[in-house]
């Protein structure tokens, strides 16, 4: 459709409002650009910083074990050269800790340790400097007396635990300081790009503002020189036109800034050689580019171009063809804009963003692989502390094997929490619901919980209804929950102490509440006690210091299930209480809620069992435990040599190791239902590794149950009684 030309009055109008628009853009984006490339250089520094904390923690540690080394040389020969690494790491510690310091005070939870590690650290000097005065005066026997104290290890180990306290920390704030980074980044990206494209976009409408100026000399010479006038303005932007050869016909001053090229340098001269690289005319991309903008109109052109000295930037722009009213190509405009620093930015956001991710893979193969090796050893301990319970035991002997019992539960308990707080950070975790009584789940944590409590000598009591308080959630996981909660009651109160459980229908949500009058919580660490590795001060002294993320669990655990958890005390040594509200079921879950019965008078019938384990001490331990069952057991330590004892003992069950030498667990569970398909036989996968991923590479392997170790006593009793024939 025909439009008539704009009048004078339009054109006066849209004029400067134009080149306002584009003024006021430029203004935005350079405000935009300003502030995420001082956020990036913040986020730079904040990185700095954890990576300087890391490094202080090691020099720290290094300065100390020289001293200690030199100490004890003198200690053990007499010579005095001996005392050289240890008076250079002494006139080097001073140093390293005013580092460290100075690299902690944005850090309140590094800050709240570095007094506790400075305090250990000066012990240990003060007992190096004494055994050596001791043994300087030709007092050996004096100063050996005081090394077999064995104060100077305990010290380092403790200083040693601080280093590590202090090194977890900075590690994770690291991570957290990554993903801030690499968002910080993206949204300078996105806002960048949006920006520059605005940019390009109303720069291009000038330009198409000029080519019609150009067909309309007499009657826009106005206008036109106004816009020419305007473009000379704008350095940031190379911005010119070109004949359908390519011949530069305008040029601004953004050509000299960006480009280097003096307008006598530059107009009349086919651009092609002067701007694009060698690379990009050898690839073709050169060609490639103007063919796009004849066919689509335009084309982006983010890439490396060349100034005129030969230097190469990273460009930012976009090549538009024109076509008179005919739609003969006429000639192309160009705008780019160097984006080199943001390039470099962009490239050093990547890199770090991969070695986040690269070392997050590496600390879950850790965490499994740690996971893994610690439960080998733990299982034999936990069978056989499970084998004691049914002997006949002395008074003494039986509390002794009490006692193993609830620290190896501990210890599993631990792996347990690391592994969870693994799985949450990689979204793993899986709520497997289903309507159920608040009661169930409370009297399971409680079992749980129960040894700890007694052990302690506290008292415990329990109000909560039998029924009405159904709630639709995953059991096991909120069990681990009102654990968590029972178990940092107990740790943190005395003998004698007394600690309430109630759950109480509040609104539209149960409300369970974990009362103690403990030691209570100072009213500024009530803000951060539920963060990673966040411990209460007296933690250390009251010999309760954990990893710190009991608590952490528990809020991402509620959260999980649509609830909140909260914590409140009057202050220290005035008790604690911790809520968690969960929602109520709805009327159609209550309708399925089970309470699980086991029917622990079930015979269990005798069975022929396999247990297959290159580690010896668990396959006895194992072996016995099932013996004390009832069952016939044969043990073998590979899975060829399963093979070939199953060809002499028709085994019912086969508990199966998976990373065995020579033949994997997956690899015999494979051979063994393939050779023995036509017999009901059960095969239990036994293993360190637990994740979900394990779990369901075992079954798909052909194995009926995957059990991780240290595996419960009760836990065999029930899979027996599953098998049983009903």
């Given at each position: 459709?025909?439009?008539?030309?704009?009048?004078?009055?339009?054109?006066?109008?849209?004029?400067?409002?134009?080149?306002?628009?584009?003024?006021?853009?430029?203004?935005?984006?350079?405000?935009?650009?300003?502030?995420?490339?001082?956020?990036?250089?913040?986020?730079?520094?904040?990185?700095?910083?954890?990576?300087?904390?890391?490094?202080?923690?090691?020099?720290?540690?290094?300065?100390?074990?020289?001293?200690?080394?030199?100490?004890?040389?003198?200690?053990?020969?007499?010579?005095?050269?001996?005392?050289?690494?240890?008076?250079?790491?002494?006139?080097?510690?001073?140093?390293?800790?005013?580092q460290l310091e100075s690299h902690t005070t944005t850090n309140p939870a590094q800050a709240a340790v570095l007094?506790?590690?400075?305090?250990?650290?000066?012990?240990?000097?003060?007992?190096?400097?004494?055994?050596?005065?001791?043994?300087?005066?030709?007092?050996?026997?004096?100063?050996?007396?005081?090394?077999?104290?064995?104060?100077?290890?305990?010290?380092?180990?403790?200083?040693?635990?601080?280093?590590?306290?202090?090194?977890?920390?900075?590690?994770?704030?690291?991570?957290?300081?990554?993903?801030?980074?690499?968002?910080?980044?993206?949204?300078?990206?996105?806002?960048?790009?949006?920006?520059?494209?605005?940019?390009?976009?109303?720069?291009?409408?000038?330009?198409?503002?000029?080519?019609?100026?150009?067909?309309?000399?007499?009657?826009?010479?106005?206008?036109?020189?106004?816009?020419?006038?305007?473009?000379?303005?704008?350095?940031?932007?190379?911005?010119?036109?070109?004949?359908?050869?390519?011949?530069?016909?305008?040029?601004?001053?953004?050509?000299?800034?960006?480009?280097?090229?003096?307008?006598?340098?530059?107009?009349?001269?086919?651009?092609?050689?002067?701007?694009?690289?060698?690379?990009?005319?050898?690839?073709?991309?050169?060609?490639?580019?103007?063919?796009?903008?004849?066919?689509?109109?335009?084309?982006?052109?983010?890439?490396?171009?060349?100034?005129?000295?030969?230097?190469?930037?990273?460009?930012?722009?976009?090549?538009?063809?024109?076509?008179?009213?005919?739609?003969?190509?006429?000639?192309?405009?160009?705008?780019?804009?160097?984006?080199?620093?943001?390039?470099?930015?962009?490239?050093?956001?990547?890199?770090?963003?991969?070695?986040?991710?690269?070392?997050?893979?590496?600390?879950?193969?850790?965490?499994?692989?740690?996971?893994?090796?610690l439960r080998n050893p733990l299982s034999p301990i936990k069978s056989a502390v499970q084998l004691m319970s049914?002997?006949?035991?002395?008074?003494?002997?039986?509390?002794?094997?009490?006692?193993?019992?609830?620290?190896?539960?501990?210890?599993?308990?631990?792996?347990?929490?690391?592994?969870?707080?693994?799985?949450?950070?990689?979204?793993?975790?899986?709520?497997?619901?289903?309507?159920?009584?608040?009661?169930?789940?409370?009297?399971?944590?409680?079992?749980?919980?129960?040894?700890?409590?007694?052990?302690?000598?506290?008292?415990?009591?329990?109000?909560?209804?039998?029924?009405?308080?159904?709630?639709?959630?995953?059991?096991?996981?909120?069990?681990?929950?009102?654990?968590?909660?029972?178990?940092?009651?107990?740790?943190?109160?005395?003998?004698?102490?007394?600690?309430?459980?109630?759950?109480?229908?509040?609104?539209?949500?149960?409300?369970?509440?974990?009362?103690?009058?403990?030691s209570g919580i100072a009213p500024e660490r009530l803000s951060d006690i539920f963060e990673m590795f966040a411990?209460?001060?007296?933690?250390?002294?009251?010999?309760?210091?954990?990893?710190?993320?009991?608590?952490?669990?528990?809020?991402?655990?509620?959260?999980?299930?649509?609830?909140?958890?909260?914590?409140?005390?009057?202050?220290?040594?005035?008790?604690?209480?911790?809520?968690?509200?969960?929602?109520?079921?709805?009327?159609?879950?209550?309708?399925?809620?089970?309470?699980?019965?086991?029917?622990?008078?079930?015979?269990?019938?005798?069975?022929?069992?396999?247990?297959?384990?290159?580690?010896?001490?668990?396959?006895?331990?194992?072996?016995?435990?099932?013996?004390?069952?009832?069952?016939?057991?044969?043990?073998?330590?590979?899975?060829?040599?399963?093979?070939?004892?199953?060809?002499?003992?028709?085994?019912?069950?086969?508990?199966?190791?998976?990373?065995?030498?020579?033949?994997?667990?997956?690899?015999?569970?494979?051979?063994?239902?393939?050779?023995?398909?036509?017999?009901?036989?059960?095969?239990?996968?036994?293993?360190?590794?637990?994740?979900?991923?394990?779990?369901?590479?075992?079954?798909?392997?052909?194995?009926?149950?995957?059990?991780?170790?240290?595996?419960?006593?009760?836990?065999?009793?029930?899979?027996?009684?599953?098998?049983?024939?009903?």
């Amino acid at each position: 459709m025909y439009r008539p030309p704009p009048t004078k009055l339009n054109r006066n109008l849209s004029e400067p409002v134009m080149a306002a628009t584009v003024i006021i853009l430029l203004v935005v984006s350079g405000v935009v650009t300003l502030q995420n490339l001082t956020r990036m250089h913040h986020a730079a520094i904040n990185l700095g910083d954890s990576y300087a904390v890391l490094d202080s923690l090691d020099s720290v540690a290094l300065a100390l074990r020289e001293a200690e080394t030199g100490q004890r040389g003198y200690l053990v020969t007499g010579d005095e050269s001996y005392l050289e690494p240890y008076n250079a790491a002494e006139a080097k510690l001073d140093g390293f800790l005013k580092q460290l310091e100075s690299h902690t005070t944005t850090n309140p939870a590094q800050a709240a340790v570095l007094p506790t590690l400075k305090q250990f650290i000066e012990s240990k000097r003060g007992e190096m400097v004494k055994t050596i005065d001791l043994q300087r005066q030709g007092k050996s026997n004096a100063a050996e007396q005081v090394v077999k104290t064995d104060v100077g290890k305990q010290l380092m180990d403790r200083i040693g635990q601080q280093l590590d306290l202090m090194r977890n920390n900075a590690r994770v704030r690291q991570s957290q300081q990554l993903m801030a980074t690499n968002e910080t980044y993206r949204t300078a990206w996105f806002t960048g790009l949006l920006l520059t494209l605005l940019g390009i976009a109303l720069v291009g409408g000038v330009i198409w503002a000029v080519f019609r100026a150009q067909n309309l000399k007499e009657k826009n010479r106005e206008l036109d020189e106004r816009i020419h006038f305007f473009l000379q303005q704008i350095s940031d932007y190379a911005i010119f036109m070109m004949d359908s050869q390519c011949r530069a016909t305008t040029w601004n001053d953004g050509v000299r800034q960006v480009l280097g090229f003096d307008e006598h340098e530059f107009l009349g001269r086919d651009i092609r050689p002067l701007i694009f690289t060698p690379e990009a005319h050898a690839s073709g991309t050169v060609d490639a580019e103007f063919e796009k903008a004849v066919k689509n109109d335009s084309a982006s052109d983010d890439r490396w171009m060349q100034r005129k000295d030969g230097s190469q930037f990273w460009a930012s722009g976009i090549t538009t063809s024109i076509h008179d009213r005919s739609g003969a190509l006429v000639g192309f405009s160009k705008v780019m804009r160097d984006m080199t620093e943001q390039k470099r930015n962009s490239d050093e956001l990547s890199r770090l963003a991969a070695e986040l991710s690269e070392e997050s893979r590496r600390k879950n193969e850790f965490l499994a692989t740690l996971a893994h090796e610690l439960r080998n050893p733990l299982s034999p301990i936990k069978s056989a502390v499970q084998l004691m319970s049914m002997m006949e035991l002395s008074g003494e002997v039986d509390e002794l094997r009490v006692t193993m019992d609830l620290q190896v539960d501990q210890l599993v308990r631990l792996l347990d929490d690391l592994m969870d707080v693994s799985r949450i950070g990689r979204g793993k975790i899986e709520l497997k619901r289903q309507a159920i009584e608040m009661r169930t789940i409370i009297d399971s944590a409680i079992e749980n919980s129960r040894a700890l409590i007694e052990s302690n000598q506290q008292e415990l009591s329990v109000d909560v209804p039998e029924e009405g308080l159904t709630v639709h959630v995953d059991p096991a996981r909120l069990t681990q929950v009102i654990c968590n909660l029972l178990n940092n009651a107990s740790k943190y109160s005395d003998v004698n102490c007394k600690i309430e459980v109630i759950a109480e229908h509040v609104g539209e949500h149960v409300v369970v509440t974990v009362k103690d009058n403990g030691s209570g919580i100072a009213p500024e660490r009530l803000s951060d006690i539920f963060e990673m590795f966040a411990q209460i001060e007296d933690s250390v002294e009251r010999g309760t210091a954990g990893l710190g993320i009991g608590l952490t669990l528990v809020r991402t655990l509620v959260e999980l299930h649509g609830g909140t958890v909260s914590a409140h005390s009057d202050g220290v040594d005035q008790g604690s209480e911790f809520s968690i509200k969960i929602p109520i079921a709805t009327v159609d879950d209550s309708n399925k809620a089970v309470s699980p019965v086991v029917d622990d008078s079930k015979p269990i019938q005798p069975m022929r069992v396999l247990v297959v384990d290159d580690m010896h001490a668990l396959s006895v331990i194992l072996s016995r435990l099932l013996m004390k069952l009832g069952h016939e057991v044969e043990v073998v330590d590979s899975g060829l040599a399963a093979l070939a004892m199953m060809e002499r003992f028709a085994a019912d069950v086969v508990f199966s190791d998976i990373s065995m030498p020579g033949m994997t667990g997956y690899e015999l569970a494979k051979r063994l239902r393939v050779e023995y398909r036509s017999q009901p036989l059960a095969l239990v996968a036994m293993t360190g590794y637990g994740q979900a991923s394990d779990r369901e590479r075992a079954l798909a392997a052909g194995f009926d149950e995957h059990m991780v170790k240290p595996v419960d006593f009760k836990l065999l009793q029930a899979f027996f009684q599953n098998l049983q024939p009903s």
